[in-house]
């Protein structure tokens, strides 16, 4: 069945940095929409990030000119680099794929962020 582990997360001070990488198996995953979203404790799960088969790339307004989403299909892997980061980042972030085979796509287990001094 098809697995999405993410990895990457952690505890960083505001204005700190992390890389979260999230590593697709038992999918075609060039063919994928992946994303990044997250989910505050109260609050709903939110669109970070996104980048389709083809490369374009959507952000939310909230990480404009901090994250950047990537994708390496030969390692069937994407990542969310994740810049001057904030305490309101605080989050556990999921990865998502996303094609016409399920409604939704399939969803990783997640890995917790926190940012804070």
């Known amino acids: 069945q098809v697995q999405l582990v993410e990895s990457g997360g952690g505890l960083v001070q505001p204005g700190g940095s992390l890389r979260l990488s999230c590593v697709g198996s038992?999918?075609?995953?060039?063919?994928?929409?992946m994303g990044w979203y997250r989910q505050a404790p109260g609050k709903q799960r939110e669109l970070v990030a996104s980048?389709?088969?083809?490369?374009?790339?959507n952000y939310a307004d909230s990480v404009k000119d901090r994250f950047t989403i990537s994708r390496d299909n030969a390692k069937n892997t994407v990542y969310l680099q994740m810049n001057s980061l904030k305490p309101e980042d605080t989050a556990v972030y999921y990865c998502?794929?996303?094609?016409?085979?399920?409604?939704?796509?399939?969803w990783g287990q997640g890995t917790q962020v926190t940012v804070s001094s």
């Open positions: 998502n794929a996303r094609w016409i085979d399920k409604p939704g796509g399939y």
């Open positions: 980048i389709k088969g083809g490369g374009t790339i």
């Open positions: 038992k999918i075609v995953f060039s063919i994928y929409t």
